[in-house]
């Protein structure tokens, strides 16, 4: 078995495979301080409630967009799981290449979903993913990791709301009955959820425009990605797991 561990801005998501099968899931939060000792002790408990113990793990791989959490992290996972981790950065062997202006600039795990959508599904595919951030990252047919788009997330935008105006609630983010909204929390709701859908739609619309694609596949992930992909027809694949998905595929290409 295999520990692949996604360090994002808001959760650190961690899955278990044995082979290509998924066979757990867990999150911590992310912007908790925490020294090695507790995060190997929270990953040995918690492995240990999905019934796996920590000897049955042969090997970890780490991407992470939080440079503060990875000293503690990476050293919870050597004292407690018995691994030195694979962690996703330069020299790491991804099977795309990326074709922008500063490849050093972008993201481990933009990287990563990257990788998993193109072996996954194919290119030319965009992949996006409704994280703190949303992003949009396009894979050519070749396998390049050529453009990619970053607006705000559906959640920063709602703080945004509610801490810049002093008479606007903090609220549940879902998608209200009717865009017709008739009080305060349901129309914010409406301005969050199908503001967020209109976006989308543009920018899938605008890429296939600008790159002349139009057998480009759009794969979603992410938190939000499921209520998004059911409302609009420019999402194709709806894939809640292409983050895990991608560190497994990094991590055999390296073994090997």
Wanted: glycine share 10%.
């Amino acid at each position: 078995m295999i520990l692949v561990v996604d360090v994002g801005n808001t959760n650190i998501t961690c899955g278990v495979y044995q082979d290509e099968e998924l066979k757990a899931t867990f999150r911590l939060m992310s912007k908790t301080p925490r020294t090695s000792d507790e995060y190997g002790m929270m990953l040995t408990e918690l492995l240990r409630m999905k019934g796996i113990d920590t000897s049955e793990i042969e090997g970890t791989i780490v991407s992470s967009v939080v440079p503060d959490v990875m000293h503690s992290l990476t050293g919870g996972l050597i004292r407690y799981i018995g691994t030195e981790p694979l962690v996703v950065g330069p020299g790491v062997k991804t099977g795309i290449k990326i074709t922008t202006e500063n490849p050093r600039a972008i993201g481990a795990d933009r990287i990563v979903d990257a990788v998993a959508a193109y072996e996954k599904y194919g290119g030319p595919v965009l992949v996006i993913d409704y994280g703190t951030a949303t992003t949009y990252d396009l894979v050519t047919e070749d396998g390049c990791f050529s453009a990619g788009i970053t607006a705000p997330g559906i959640r920063i935008s709602a703080e945004a709301l509610w801490e810049k105006a002093a008479k606007l609630p903090k609220i549940e983010i879902k998608k209200p009955k009717s865009i017709l909204a008739q009080e305060t929390i349901s129309s914010m709701q409406a301005g969050l959820m199908y503001g967020q859908i209109g976006q989308t739609e543009y920018i899938v619309k605008k890429v296939k425009e600008e790159t002349g694609l139009t057998n480009l596949k759009v794969v979603a992930t992410g938190g939000l990605g499921r209520v998004i992909s059911d409302e609009t027809e420019s999402i194709d694949i709806y894939d809640s797991a292409l983050t895990l998905e991608g560190l497994r595929l990094i991590y055999a290409k390296n073994k090997k």
